[in-house]
């Protein structure tokens, strides 16, 4: 069954850093581009990044510009989010998302991991 | 390109008919998706370019509209369509969605 499986999530001080991993499987990983898509508490869905299936286009949203970066190891099947300069607005889930086709990444998801918790609090 | 999502919740009896308007303040022509989040669930694709159907979605749903303003229907409501339904514009990143709408049962 395709699947994808988040990992890395946790409790960090404002300032400090985290590395989230999307790991894939069941599907042909490397031909899709990825997103990650996070939650706050109570809160709807904010866009966060995209990296394309060949890594060489990427993303992101206004409000993590800058502080956050999007990889993949294709060997691994894995995309990750390293986050640095963490803040107490980015706590949330993080959940990671496959476009509906191969080889573009500007489209609709129809896979979602389960999701990763961080939390940002001193 | 901003997405305002309308009402933002709403209460709504058993087999009534449902509709939700999602607004870009700029073109996207069809390229629009909705979703459903059930209470702590991961959200899950309904529709795709404004009124695509995917697979396994119960046909009470559907969706319509193109440009700027979009819509989607619930024809009967049912007590399993309890849910955040999120617009998503896909025309370009960033992939923003709408703000989201409660749907209740009455």
């Known amino acids: 069954q395709v699947h994808l499986v988040e990992s890395g999530g946790g409790v960090v001080q404002p300032g400090k850093s985290l590395r989230l991993s999307c790991e894939g499987s069941?599907?042909?990983?490397?031909?899709?581009?990825i997103h990650w898509v996070r939650q706050a508490p109570g809160k709807g869905l904010e866009w966060v990044a995209v990296?394309?299936?060949?890594?060489?286009?990427?993303h992101y949203a206004d409000s993590v510009k800058g502080r956050f970066t999007i990889s993949r190891d294709s060997s691994k099947n894995t995309v990750y989010l390293q986050m640095n300069t963490l803040r107490p607005e980015d706590t949330g889930v993080y959940y990671c998302?496959?476009?509906?086709?191969?080889?573009?990444?500007?489209?609709?998801?129809?896979?979602w991991g389960q999701g990763t918790p961080v939390t940002v609090s001193s | 390109i901003q997405m305002t999502q309308s009402p933002s919740s709403l209460s709504a009896s058993v087999g009534s008919r449902v509709t939700i308007t999602c607004r870009a303040s700029?073109?996207?022509?069809?390229?629009l998706a909705w979703y459903q989040q059930k209470p702590g669930k991961v959200p899950k694709l309904l529709i795709k370019a404004a009124s695509t159907l995917q697979s396994g979605v119960p046909s009470r749903f559907s969706g319509s509209g193109s440009g700027t303003e979009f819509t989607l229907t619930i024809s009967s409501l049912q007590p399993d369509d309890v849910a955040t339904y999120y617009c998503q514009k896909y025309n370009s990143a960033p992939l923003t969605f709408g703000g989201g709408t409660k749907v209740e049962i009455k």
């Open positions: 069941e599907f042909t990983f490397n031909n899709h581009g």
């Open positions: 700029q073109y996207i022509t069809n390229y």
């Open positions: 998302a496959k476009p509906d086709r191969e080889g573009d990444h500007d489209r609709p998801f129809d896979l």
């Open positions: 990296i394309s299936y060949g890594g060489n286009s990427k």
